[in-house]
C-alpha cells in the first residue's frame, strides 16, 4: 500500500476518479443528444476576441488561440474554461494538428484528454453521417471512457460530432443499433469493441484518427491481442497517437508496428512529483503493514489532512476498511471504493471523501 501525503494545501482527490473498474464490470453506452445550437452566449464575443487575437499574433503567445483552431473548437475550449494550454498540450497539440503520429508520455491530470480530443474535433471538424465512424478513442477501462465522452460532449459541444460508447457489458443489440447511428467518434474498451466488429462485420475503413489513451494500462489488462487486432482492421492511411504514462518495452515495440514515424512527447517536469507531495519508502515486516499505517494516519498525516490508500485487490480494501473503522476516531473516519463496488455505493463513497466528511479514502 502505499500513501501520497499531502504536504501543502489541499489538493483535489484526483485518484478516485480514475481508478476505474475493468470493463467487465458494468456498461454504459450512449450517443450524444444532438449539439446544442443555443450558448451563442457570454462566451462568444470571448471567443471572437481570441480568434481576432489569433489572426494578429498567430505565433507569439503557444495558447490555444496560436494553434489555429476553427471557431467550434476554440469555443468548446473556452467553455471548458481551458485559456492557457498544459505543457503536455503544448507539445502534443501542434503536432496532431500538423497531422503526425504522435506518442506522449502524459499521466492523468496532464491534461492529456483534450491532448488528443483538440486535434480529433479540428480534424473531423463537423459531424458527417456517411457510413463509418472517423475517429476512435481506444480506453483501458469502461469508467475512462466514460468520462473521455465526458469531455468530448464539453470540449466537443460547438462541432455537432456524435459520440457513441462501446463498452462490456450492455446489450450487443444496443451497441450494434448505436453503430447503425454513424457516429462521428467512437470511444471504446478493446475487448468488447472487437466482439462488436466481428459481429457486425465492421471493416473500420473510414476511421481516421485513433488515440491509444492510457496504453500502458491497456497492455497491463491484457488487450494486447485486442488492440493487435484492431490495429489490423484500420486502413494504413491513418493518424495514431498514444497516451502512455510509462514506456515500457512491449508498447515501444507496439508503437513501431503500429504508429508511422511517430514523434515522442515527453515532458521531463512530468516525471517528478508534485511539490505539494512527500514521497518516502517505508520498510516494515509484511505483518506489520496495517500497524504502520495506523501510525501514519494517527500520528503523521496531520489532523486536518486526508490521505488517499491504494491497495492490491478489493479485499485488502476491506480487510483497511474494516480496520480503520474500528480504530474510529483516531483515523477520523474512512471510506473505501474498488471496481466492482456497486455504482451508486462507489459515488456516494467517493462523494464522501470529496466533501472531506471521511478523512481516509
Ligand atoms: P486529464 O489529464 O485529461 O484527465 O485532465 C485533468 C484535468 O485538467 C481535467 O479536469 C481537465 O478538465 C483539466 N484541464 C485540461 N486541460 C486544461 C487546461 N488547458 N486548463 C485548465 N484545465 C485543464
Redesign the pocket.
Known amino acids: 500500500m502505499n500513501i501520497m501525503k499531502p504536504k501543502g494545501k489541499k489538493k483535489?482527490p484526483?485518484a478516485p476518479k480514475?481508478k476505474v473498474a475493468p470493463e467487465q464490470d458494468s456498461e454504459v453506452t450512449s450517443i450524444n443528444p444532438p449539439m446544442p445550437e443555443d450558448d451563442a452566449d457570454e462566451d462568444s464575443s470571448a471567443v471572437r476576441q481570441m480568434l481576432s487575437k489569433q489572426n494578429k499574433k498567430k505565433k507569439k503567445s503557444g495558447g490555444?488561440q496560436s494553434m489555429g483552431l476553427d471557431a467550434s473548437v476554440l469555443r468548446g475550449?473556452l467553455k471548458?474554461?481551458?485559456?492557457?494550454?498544459?505543457p503536455?498540450?503544448r507539445k502534443a497539440i501542434p503536432l496532431a494538428l500538423e497531422g503526425r503520429d504522435v506518442v506522449a508520455m502524459?499521466?492523468?491530470?496532464?491534461?492529456?484528454?483534450?491532448?488528443f480530443l483538440v486535434p480529433l474535433f479540428q480534424r473531423l471538424k463537423a459531424r458527417s453521417a456517411r457510413a463509418g465512424a472517423r475517429a476512435l478513442v481506444l480506453s483501458p477501462t469502461k469508467e475512462l471512457a466514460v468520462?473521455?465522452r465526458k469531455?468530448c460532449l464539453?470540449l466537443g459541444r460547438f462541432t455537432g460530432l456524435r459520440t457513441a460508447c462501446v463498452l462490456g457489458g450492455e446489450s450487443m443489440e444496443r451497441q450494434f443499433a448505436l453503430m447503425h447511428e454513424n457516429p462521428d467518434i467512437v470511444i471504446a474498451t478493446p475487448g468488447r469493441f472487437v466482439h462488436v466488429c466481428v459481429e457486425m462485420g465492421l471493416k473500420l475503413d473510414s476511421v481516421e484518427y485513433v488515440v491509444f489513451d492510457e496504453a500502458d494500462r491497456l497492455f497491463e489488462m491484457g488487450f494486447g491481442e485486442q488492440l493487435r487486432e484492431i490495429l489490423g482492421r484500420l486502413p494504413g492511411a491513418r493518424q495514431t497517437l498514444l497516451f502512455s504514462a510509462t514506456l515500457p518495452k512491449l508498447l515501444v515495440e507496439f508503437a513501431r508496428a503500429g504508429l508511422s514515424d511517430p514523434t515522442l512527447v515527453r515532458l521531463d517536469v512530468e516525471t517528478k512529483i508534485p511539490e505539494t507531495l512527500r514521497l518516502a519508502f517505508l520498510r516494515c515486516r509484511p505483518e506489520a503493514r496495517p500497524h504502520a499505517l495506523l501510525h501514519l494516519l494517527e500520528r503523521v498525516v496531520p489532523r486536518d489532512q486526508q490521505a488517499v490508500v491504494f491497495c492490491a485487490t478489493r479485499h485488502h480494501v476491506e480487510y483497511l476498511q474494516s480496520l480503520l473503522q474500528g480504530a474510529g476516531e483516531a483515523v477520523g473516519g474512512s471510506t473505501y471504493i474498488y471496481s466492482h463496488l456497486d455504482p451508486a455505493a462507489r459515488k456516494i463513497n467517493a462523494a464522501k471523501f470529496a466533501a472531506k466528511k471521511s478523512r481516509v479514502i
Open positions: 483535489k484526483a480514475k490555444f475550449v471548458c474554461g481551458y485559456r492557457v494550454p498544459t503536455i498540450q502524459a499521466r492523468t491530470g496532464s491534461g492529456k484528454t483534450a491532448a468520462q473521455t469531455f464539453q
